[in-house]
Structure formats: structure tokens, C-alpha cells
């Protein structure tokens, strides 16, 4: 399993986000840009209204590929004419936050597939620009897309397995401020979902979460059930609380109860080091947490054997 470093990522969350949240939109650019991604929706759905040329901006980075409007709209129409039923709808609030360059990155959940038996969930991503006839996509893609063209800056923001022992399954995290459902900030709430790419499995509430990473463990019993570990990120603090979860009776199940780990102490482990099989107890795992030891006044981070948790 790939390693990544805890600290490193908490450092490009920590440095992205909060500058990202201090960029106030207008209620009116909001509204626009919500109309847009709905009339995004509709014209990839095979409506007529808006037309193509009013959606996109001339030049447009498509799923990793620098294309005039024009090529992607082609490429559009030809796709529509090879799979007719393909279907798409958005599933989630948009997140929109401002970048650096004054574009605007809206990240959602959209359902699709090439017919509605075969619908997936995909974490979708659009770039918006502001032209003179008001605002236009220069950018499309996915996070699984950006994975399979491996992009550093991605590793470890989906994580895929077999969550319930049986299916397939792309995993990630997204957060919004449960108030609003909108973008986070420092001032107010944030939670994360744990979502999957089936369909069928509605997404699980990780609390003081502003993003983070997803690792899968494997063969951690004889259930055949892959475990994803989530590591929540917050915008202060070393200390973070660790959640693994499984697929049982079709939805998201704690496999065990949260614990908490330092980073400060802890850069360089990774699920497989937090969380090991007990070879000694069946259906046991070993879990390495963060605690406060009183006596020696300092952190240690003890080993101790804990059951997987089944549903009843």
C-alpha cells in the first residue's frame, strides 16, 4: 500500500482551505453559477436549452486535455449519439470557493451511467471563469479521473476495495457546513460524508471534518470485507480522530469505535501501521492510538487488541 505522509497532507489542506473560504461570493454570482451547473446537468441529459456554446468558455481543460469549446462540444454530441441512455443528476449541495487565479472551483457529487441500471456516484469538479457574458466552464473532470492520470496532488483522497465483501467500490470524502450545506469556513461548523461510488449506500457523517484522506485495509479477518480508514482533517490541532468503516446490510458500519492519534508524533503512520490483524485473537485487530499518559507527562501511543464490530 502507498504511504503517504499525514503531516504533508494536512499542510496542503490547511494552506488551500482557509484561503479558499475567505473568498466571499456575491449572493448574485451564487445564483448564477448554481444556474449554470444546473444547465450543465440539463445539457448532458440531451436538453436542447442552454446551448453548449453558452456554457463553456473558449478554451476549456477536459478531463486532463487542453480543448477548444467547440472539440468538447463534439465530443459531446458524439458521445450522445454512441450512448443514448446515458443519464446523469447531481446528487449533493456545490461547494464553491474562489482560487487564486479568481476562478471558481465547484466540487458536487453527480450520479451517472450509461443507462439507469448502471448508475455510479463520481466526485465531480468544474472550473469556472468569468467572461463577458458572465460565467463560463473552463474546466471539467473528476477525482477518479485525476486518480487514473496520476495526479500527485489526489493520492490518497479516494481509496477503492471491496467494502462489503463482495462489490467493487470508490471511496471519498467531501466536506460542507452542515448549517448552510455550503463551503466551510473558521468561524462556523463542518462535517464530512464518507461516500461510495454504489449508489445504494447512502453516505455516512464524519463530525470536525474540513476534508481528508481514505486508506483501504485488507484481509483484517476472514470476512472478506475491505475497511476504509478515514483521517479527518481540522484547521488547528495535531490531534485527529481516526474512523474505520466497512459495508454492512448495505450501508456505512463503524468496523471499530474512533481513536485518536497525534500527527506531531505520528507523521509516518498510515492505516496499515494504526490498525493491524491479531493473529492471536480471530476477528481481533491490534489498534495504535494518541493518549495523554498523566504520569509521564507526555504522549505514548499504545497497542491494544479491539473486535471488529459487526451489525446485528
Avoid at 499542510?11 to 448574485?28: D, G, I, K, R, Y
Wanted: proline content about 5%; hydrophobic content about 35%.
Amino acid at each position: 500500500m502507498k504511504r503517504f505522509n499525514l503531516l504533508w497532507l494536512s499542510a496542503c489542506l490547511l494552506f488551500f482551505m482557509p484561503a479558499l473560504a475567505q473568498a466571499e461570493l456575491s449572493t448574485s454570482d451564487k445564483q448564477a453559477i448554481t444556474q449554470l451547473v444546473e444547465g450543465w446537468n440539463q445539457h448532458l441529459n440531451g436538453g436542447t436549452s442552454p446551448a453548449g456554446q453558452d456554457l463553456y468558455a473558449p478554451q476549456v481543460e477536459w478531463f486532463g486535455q487542453h480543448l477548444e469549446r467547440d472539440d468538447v462540444l463534439r465530443r459531446q454530441q458524439a458521445f450522445t449519439s454512441h450512448s443514448p441512455d446515458y443519464t446523469q443528476r447531481i446528487i449533493s449541495t456545490l461547494d464553491m470557493v474562489e482560487d487564486e487565479t479568481g476562478h471558481i472551483q465547484v466540487e458536487f457529487v453527480k450520479q451517472a451511467g450509461l443507462e439507469a441500471k448502471q448508475l455510479k456516484n463520481y466526485p465531480a469538479q468544474l472550473t469556472l471563469s468569468k467572461q463577458p457574458a458572465g460565467w463560463r466552464i473552463s474546466g471539467e473532470t473528476d477525482l477518479l479521473t485525476r486518480l487514473n492520470q496520476k495526479e500527485t496532488s489526489v493520492q490518497g483522497l479516494l481509496a477503492k476495495g471491496k467494502f462489503d465483501g463482495s462489490n467493487k467500490d470508490v471511496v471519498w470524502v467531501n466536506a460542507r457546513d452542515p448549517k448552510t450545506g455550503g463551503s466551510c469556513d473558521e468561524e462556523g461548523d463542518c462535517d464530512c460524508k464518507l461516500w461510495s461510488s454504489n449508489p445504494e449506500v447512502q453516505p455516512a457523517v464524519v463530525p470536525q471534518c474540513i476534508g481528508g484522506a481514505v486508506e483501504t485495509l485488507s484481509q483484517l479477518d476472514d470476512s472478506g470485507r475491505d475497511r476504509v480508514v478515514v483521517f479527518p482533517q481540522w484547521w488547528t490541532s495535531a490531534w485527529r480522530v481516526v474512523y474505520v468503516f466497512d459495508i454492512q446490510k448495505g450501508q456505512w458500519t463503524k468496523a471499530l469505535p474512533s481513536f485518536p492519534m497525534n500527527i506531531n508524533i505520528q507523521e509516518e503512520d498510515d492505516a496499515a501501521t494504526l490498525v493491524k490483524r491479531d493473529t492471536q485473537h480471530s476477528g481481533n485487530v491490534l489498534v495504535k492510538k494518541a493518549l495523554w499518559d498523566e504520569k509521564q507527562e507526555d504522549i505514548v501511543t499504545p497497542q491494544k487488541s479491539e473486535p471488529l464490530l459487526v451489525a446485528k
